[in-house]
């Protein structure tokens, strides 16, 4: 005999996407963007890391790591890979990242660009008028969201 609570019923079930959680939301690779990276030459021979549920992981045995994730703007619980500004060009170039994806490489990291909201709307709104009235005749302000 099963007996089940009501309460627990009416809970919605959490869906887990990803077994490993991180702080900031990073770009999660696909094995076949794996394989096309390391077939671009996109990887350095002295770098060992692994694809683990979609994030490029330094293997914990690089010693200077703690160094690497203490000069970071954006600290990681994880020892992530970070990326270049020409190897996110790369990527791009190589039709990885998508272009309607919404991406932007931040400290190394290719992070999901969270949707506008609405203070945030409403600072562009005010800041596209002052520099509108600022820079009359003198430059087109144009404000793409």
Known sequence: MIVVNEQDVAKPARVCLH?????????????????????MDLFRPEEHFELLDGLLIW???RTDMDKVQKATFLPTKL?????SLDEYQSLI????????EQLELIDGLIL????INAKQAACL????????IKLYKRARIRVLS
Not at 79 to 83: A, E, G, K, Q, S
Not at 93 to 100: Q, R, S
Not at 112 to 115: F, G, Q, T, V
Not at 125 to 132: F, H, I, K, P, R
């Open 19 to 39: 077994f490993i959680e991180v702080e900031w939301p990073v770009r999660r690779s696909t094995l076949d963007e794996y394989h096309r990276m390391g077939a």
């Open 59 to 61: 293997n914990t045995d």
């Open 79 to 83: 020892p992530l890979r970070r990326f």
């Open 93 to 100: 170039a190589a039709g990885l990242l998508a272009e309607d």
């Open 112 to 115: 999901e660009m969270s949707p």
């Open 125 to 132: 709104d005010a800041l596209s008028e002052v520099l509108t």
